[in-house]
């Protein structure tokens, strides 16, 4: 097959160098507005190069990856959907949940699948917990603990226009809890503080946050996120039930120190970097991908499903800034 990319910065290079491995791709066409992206891609991968969007759709591409910026998102979604083209697009569908809702009415009815790239649905040990749960190894479930700490923060330019800590960075938190339980989230309540970066405070954000999410069968799920962690890039995940408890992440890369006499677990060199703790997921989510554009499988990921883990962050950053409870139906009728 043929796969158009649209975005060459660091994630999209990443997905060209992906897709240049898998057998199913015969051919690249490449688009970003920075003509030195295009040249390094067209030398090392032997991609097309096409200068626009349109160009891309018009080279016979079978599929298309979209890596580009945000706002460039429900445009490209659209316009791909429109030529009749699958296509996968990284988070989040669009910079506000009106603009995602109308995105989500653009495509609707329209037999075009979209993939949203939410990575952590394609880690092994995730997958190996959804299907513990789904399969009621660990009983009726009672907690579920999710965590994504950043070695430190993104810059401050990337802060002013990131929407907030739950938009951007807890958003994964919120979607791999509703993938795994396979339960929706009715109500939140958030808290968060400011004990690092000045410029997160400034662009009226936290840098560490909790929330506590009830689900529809009064599981509680708790979910902690930080711009700060020095130890590296912590994700992992606790699911505890009333006969059995797993945990993802629990490995020698973890970036934790036990103080625990004689204990020397975690042994290995912490991640610190989430392309580093999610390369393999990367690579699977777009090996998926091939599978949507072959029409061996329906998207892993819609837009409904990228949405509501949109709604659960917008919930989460009205409960931070209201500090009170928050429930999912007051957020989607705002």
């Known amino acids: 097959m043929r796969i158009g990319i649209l ?34 891609a067209a030398e090392r991968f032997g991609a097309q190069v096409a200068d626009s969007p349109e160009a891309v759709l018009a080279a016979g591409v079978d599929g298309v990856v979209v890596a580009a910026a945000t706002d460039a998102h429900p445009g490209l979604i659209t316009a791909c959907v429109d030529a009749g083209v699958p296509v996968f697009c990284e988070k989040p569908v669009a910079r506000t949940m009106a603009e995602g809702v109308e995105v989500l009415k653009a495509v609707a009815g329209r037999d075009v699948p979209v993939q949203i790239g939410y990575n952590r649905r394609f880690d092994t040990g995730f997958v190996a917990a959804r299907t513990a749960v789904l399969a009621g190894e660990l009983g009726k479930l009672h907690t579920v603990r999710s965590t994504t700490l950043d070695p430190a923060p993104p810059p401050a330019a990337y802060i ?70 020095a130890r590296g890039y912590d994700v992992r995940m606790e699911i505890h039930g009333f006969t059995d408890s797993i945990a ?70 009205l409960s931070l800034h209201e500090h009170r409870p928050v429930t999912l139906e007051e957020v989607r009728q705002a």
């Open 248 to 317: 993802v992440g629990l490995e020698d890369k973890l970036p934790l120190r036990s103080v625990e006499p004689g204990v020397t677990f975690p042994a290995g060199v912490p991640h610190d970097f989430f392309m580093d703790r999610f390369t393999d997921a990367y690579r699977a989510e777009l090996l998926a991908f091939t599978e949507v554009v072959a029409g061996d499988r329906p998207s892993p990921c819609t837009i409904e499903d990228a949405l509501e883990a949109g709604w659960i962050a917008e919930a989460c950053t």
């Open 7 to 40: 975005g060459l910065g660091r994630i999209g290079a990443f997905h060209a160098e992906t897709l240049s491995g898998f057998d199913a791709v015969e051919s690249l066409v490449v688009s970003d507005p920075f003509a030195d992206a295009v040249k390094a």
């Open 160 to 229: 002013a226009v990131s929407g907030g800590i739950f938009r951007d960075c807890s958003v994964h938190d919120f979607d791999i809890i509703r993938w795994v339980t396979g339960r929706e989230v009715t109500e939140v309540y958030a808290a968060g503080g400011n004990r690092g970066a000045d410029f997160i405070k400034e662009a009226g954000d936290a840098d560490t946050t909790g929330a506590i999410l009830t689900l529809d069968d009064g599981t509680l799920a708790v979910v902690s996120n930080s711009r700060h962690n």
